[in-house]
């Protein structure tokens, strides 16, 4: 029996992880699976900032080895939902300026767990990974802790885990947030991918 792979989004305190198989993964101004309740805004004025989400592999079944875990999408998220990347809307995920920049979530397997509750104002904006006061302690003191997601392709991956496993695991984390300006197309937005990739031995 060959592995599964399954993604797994994490909320609340102290950190339930919720299966995304058969789900639409949505972005929104709330640390819980939404639904359709409280979706991202437009400001008035400046930008505002989903909640974070944090999102990690889960690998079962039977393999030797999994290592090297990347992410990538296909470089059109902030035009294919109308973001205006030029002027600071988009989607970004969380960066180190050194090794892995996934977000260790397990102490036995990641030596830390530096899992951290989105916060901000429930249906209206979100505190951004970067914030200096409320943004992700793990990232937000980095020179650069952030990049925008669309710079992430499949010739430039994200490397979020070097791994290796040889059991069933839990990867690092990987931390999304999706930024609006007042130039943002307001609405529903058609499904998009963000592709994880591993190398399996």
Same mark, same amino acid.
């Given at each position: ?37 409280? #979706?991202?805004?437009?400001? +008035?004025?400046?930008?505002?900032? *989903?909640?974070?989400?944090? =999102?990690?592999?889960?690998? !079962?079944? &039977? ?68 914030? #200096?006061?409320?943004?992700? +302690?793990?990232?937000?003191?980095? *020179?650069?802790?952030?990049? =925008?997601?669309?710079?992430? !392709?499949? &010739? ?46």
């Amino acid at each position: 029996m060959a592995e599964t792979a399954t993604i797994y989004r994490i909320y609340g305190n102290p950190g339930v992880k919720s299966s995304l198989a058969g789900k639409v993964g949505r972005f929104c101004t709330q640390d819980a699976e939404p639904g359709l309740n409280n #979706p991202c805004k437009i400001p +008035p004025t400046g930008t505002y900032n *989903s909640f974070r989400v944090t =999102d990690c592999l889960g690998i !079962t079944g &039977d393999f030797n080895q999994v290592r090297e875990i990347y992410i990538h999408g296909d470089g059109n998220f902030a035009d294919d939902w109308g973001l205006d990347s030029a002027n600071g809307g988009g989607l970004f995920i969380g960066h180190k300026g050194t090794g892995d920049n996934g977000l260790p979530i397990d102490v036995t397997l990641h030596g830390s767990n530096q899992y951290a509750v989105a916060t901000g104002t429930i249906g209206t904006n979100g505190h951004s990974i970067e914030d #200096p006061t409320n943004g992700h +302690p793990y990232y937000r003191g980095e *020179s650069t802790p952030t990049l =925008d997601f669309d710079d992430c !392709t499949a &010739d430039s991956p994200h490397l979020i885990d070097s791994g290796p496993y040889t059991d069933d695991f839990y990867s690092k984390a990987w931390v999304f947030c999706l930024k609006t300006v007042p130039t943002s197309v307001y609405g529903a937005k058609s499904p998009k991918a963000a592709i994880v990739t591993y190398n399996i031995f």
